[in-house]
């Protein structure tokens, strides 16, 4: 497990040499973002003689804070991702995004080989054995590729349609269906809403019926991204006679080439449109009794908890491009001149974007304050509904306030600013809409 | 075969470097930096050579300031076996030249036996492109820079490739020797993410450079450092005569 650098009383001692009277956590939340491209962390290990390096240099700036959350080998991991990003995936997105559609096998297996899909899996499976602070990291930095629906896509994978299975899968289930994921051999997928039950998850109607060691599945499930090209499908349905809706379901692995499997052609989105989100149908679909993850009976409460972790990295990777959208509305502004001096001259621009901008750094700290809390073992299901309904409300104010400044420029189909606009409108909708969050913000304020 | 590789910290190839207001460089205050590509390239080949059994260890050495760990820890993370961190003062990172690359390097192979050293054919903050002909002068072993191509030369040689103009030049070169690293030798791998949390296990030695008895005396001196000229903006001609009327104008063409 990642050793975090904030306990390590080391790290107090050199923080306080630099400055002093907040504590080594308030203080870096408050800077990680401005510098977070540009800031080198120093070690604070002595095993491996990097401590060293870092106190020969003391009269320098060399001696900035910890990040709150990642030591430098989260920030080695965002570089490489960074590059690859930059090298293999960005200069196509264009494409993509006319065709309405990525490779998803090419992409995975591209990632895969270099392990994004693996950082809390098990070791055993391929997996990194790290913990949920490495996925975050990888979370936010899949947020620089420069569209919503790759790293969309490529987080059903890590962190929504495997969760469960890598915690409570058997062994031979993990082995089937876990391993060749993490590889980014296979392409997963997530189905749990249906067109008669979205956000009240209880109400499915899939059903999966016992047929000697078989179960047979019935029903349809909507909003499949991933849902053209996936492989396999991590899919809730009613496997137990009883009226108890909160434990007479389960998940279930899945394959989707199996016979009675139908996919609707691909739904047209507002954005994310080179995703590919269909509709799928089980029409007496046989999969074996050992595909259930885990207890049977018991998929509802799985699922509860695999969605905290789906809702955290949506609001990791949503961080980059609304970051992006405030640092290019600041720098258009800046060169557009009207009236005889520039938009950025503006107060009212001004501030504007500085409003934007703490918003998303409080944003920030409190994903950064959440998976801290969920590191230390505590229930972060409330935190994690904030930061979420957070995040989903600021896409949309921040992308709406950008592309005003813009202008037509902002408005024109090929903008970042136009794609970030209609991608991002769907972080208030997927992975639990914004009043899903209100309410559970609600039910644990009602409790105290 | 133990090959030591040379990178170096420089600021990353993507950032558009300003001059500092002094004129005396450029900024690097606050600005991304990454491992030389050039030298990306060289470690590349030396980790692939470890992989078609020619090597038995690949050293990664850097010179430089308390930061050229990071980069390190790169070469750890893209297949180095160990680390060599040649430790200078800030102060000091930024006098550096290729000589004094090339004087460390040399001390350091008259402590530990190296069959090859590898280096990027110039690092793209100063591109120098001397600290490997400069080392070879020093040690007296042959050179083979630019390489485009490394393969097995029969026991004790390496056979090299090297882009010249119009043709390619293949030298037979005696080990030990001194390698240099083109742009169409390879393309390096990324590191993954069990390489990097692998990395940060691997032996990092640091040697302050007093300790090799090299000093940091400034061979030159840097009068100033300035943008490049604005280049100004072109006017329109209706048709090729009006075109070559303008030329004649300016002077560039002779009645």
């Given at each position: 497990m990642f050793q975090r650098s904030r306990s390590k009383p080391g790290d107090i001692k050199k923080w306080k040499a630099t400055k002093s009277g907040q504590t080594n956590r308030a203080k870096t939340a408050a800077v990680s973002c401005f510098f977070l491209r540009h800031w080198h962390p120093t070690s604070s290990d002595n095993d491996d003689g990097m401590a060293a390096a870092a106190t020969t240099s003391r009269s320098t700036k060399a001696l900035r804070p910890h990040h709150i959350l990642y030591d430098e080998r989260h920030l080695a991991v965002q570089q490489t991702l960074r590059k690859i990003i930059d090298d293999k995936i960005n200069p196509q997105v264009r494409d993509w995004e006319r065709d309405g559609i990525f490779p998803a096998h090419q992409v995975f297996k591209t990632l895969g080989r270099v392990g994004i899909f693996a950082a809390n899996k098990p070791q055993k499976y391929g997996g990194l054995g790290k913990d949920f602070s490495l996925s975050i990291a990888v979370a936010e930095e899949l947020g620089s590729i420069a569209c919503g629906s790759v790293p969309m896509s490529l987080l059903v994978q890590s962190d929504m349609a495997t969760p469960a299975l890598a915690e409570y899968g058997s062994d031979e289930l993990r082995e089937t269906f876990l391993r060749p994921s993490i590889s980014g051999d296979v392409v997963a997928c997530i189905a749990v809403s249906e067109p008669h039950a979205g956000s009240d998850v209880?109400?499915?109607?899939t059903t999966a019926r016992r047929s000697g060691g078989d179960l047979i599945l019935n029903g349809t499930k909507m909003w499949i991204t991933n849902g053209e090209q996936a492989d396999w499908a991590c899919v809730l349905a009613?496997?137990?006679?009883?009226?108890?809706i909160h434990h007479n379901k389960s998940l279930i692995c899945v394959p989707l080439h199996s016979e009675g499997v139908h996919r609707s052609r691909r739904l047209e989105k507002l954005g994310m449109r080179c995703s590919d989100t269909v509709q799928l149908f089980f029409d007496d679909v046989r999969v074996p009794v050992?595909?259930?993850?885990?207890?049977?009976?018991y998929g509802f409460l799985q699922q509860m908890k695999q969605f905290n972790d789906e809702r955290l990295v949506t609001v990791a990777v949503a961080l980059a491009p609304l970051q992006k959208c405030i640092s290019d509305t600041l720098n258009y502004a800046r060169d557009r001149r009207i009236f005889g001096s520039t938009l950025l001259d503006q107060q009212y621009i001004q501030y504007g974007l500085a409003e934007l901008q703490i918003e998303l750094e409080a944003t920030r700290s409190l994903l950064y304050r959440t998976v801290l809390a969920r590191l230390d073992g505590e229930d972060v299901s409330l935190l994690t509904a904030m930061a979420k309904l957070k995040v989903g409300r600021l896409a949309r104010k921040v992308t709406d306030r950008c592309l005003q400044v813009w202008g037509g420029a902002g408005y024109l189909d090929e903008s970042h600013i136009a794609r970030c606009f209609r991608d991002l409108r769907v972080f208030s909708i997927g992975a639990g809409s914004d009043e899903v969050m209100l309410s559970i913000v609600h039910k644990h304020m009602r409790r105290c | 075969m133990r090959i030591l590789v040379g990178v170096k910290r420089v600021v990353d190839y993507a950032v558009k470097v300003r001059v500092k207001p002094d004129k005396s460089g450029v900024v690097t205050e606050g600005v991304q930096h990454s491992m030389n590509p050039f030298d990306e390239i060289a470690l590349e080949e030396a980790v692939k050579l470890k992989e078609k059994k020619l090597a038995t260890e690949v050293v990664a050495f850097s010179l430089g300031g308390p930061k050229s760990a990071e980069i390190l820890r790169t070469a750890l993370a893209k297949g180095a076996d160990k680390a060599v961190h040649v430790q200078v003062s800030e102060a000091e990172a930024a006098k550096v030249e290729p000589l004094h690359v090339a004087q460390a390097l040399q001390k350091l192979l008259e402590k530990d036996k190296f069959d090859l050293v590898f280096v990027g054919k110039q690092a793209i903050d100063d591109d120098a492109s001397q600290t490997a002909p400069l080392l070879a002068g020093l040690l007296d072993w042959p050179q083979a820079l630019y390489a485009s191509k490394v393969e097995e030369g029969g026991a004790g040689f390496l056979k090299v490739t090297r882009e010249i103009d119009g043709g390619l030049d293949t030298v037979k070169v005696k080990l030990p020797a001194v390698l240099s690293a083109d742009l169409r030798l390879n393309e390096p791998r990324y590191a993954t993410l069990p390489n990097i949390m692998k990395a940060k296990k691997k032996p990092l030695q640091n040697i302050p450079i007093k300790d090799l008895g090299v000093e940091i005396k400034s061979q030159t001196s840097i009068l100033e450092v300035s943008e490049p000229p604005q280049r100004e903006a072109g006017g329109f001609v209706e048709d090729v005569p009006a075109l070559v009327n303008k030329l004649k104008e300016k002077g560039f063409v002779k009645n």
């Open positions: 209880s109400a499915i109607r009613n496997s137990v006679d009883n009226s108890d050992k595909n259930i993850i885990g207890r049977e009976g | -």
